[in-house]
């Protein structure tokens, strides 16, 4: 879990140097919107893709576990 905390704060912290963000506090935002808003939002996007190619893993790896052990679960379904 540490490792999605990270992807975020690195997200977020590449999308608070982005012409929008800067936009938008020249706009006068307030700083709460600004960074929910728009540097979440930006900030978000890399994350997405990785937990994209993690769930795939999860699966597999839920599925050998319960085939090995033979526990019921995803593979009894």
């Known amino acids: 879990l540490p ?11 590449d999308a608070l140097a982005e ?4 936009g938008a506090r020249a706009r006068g935002l307030s ?9 979440l ?10 937990i994209g190619s993690r769930v ?3 699966i597999t790896g ?3 576990v319960e085939t ?6 995803i593979a009894a379904a």
């Open 19 to 22: 012409d929008p963000v800067r």
């Open 3 to 13: 490792w999605f905390f990270l992807y975020v704060r690195q997200g977020v912290a």
């Open 62 to 64: 839920a599925l050998l």
């Open 41 to 50: 939002r930006s900030g978000m996007l890399p994350m997405l893709t990785l």
């Open 31 to 39: 700083e709460r919107t600004v960074l929910l808003g728009h540097a």
């Open 56 to 58: 795939p893993e999860l």
């Open 68 to 73: 090995v052990f033979s526990w019921p679960g």
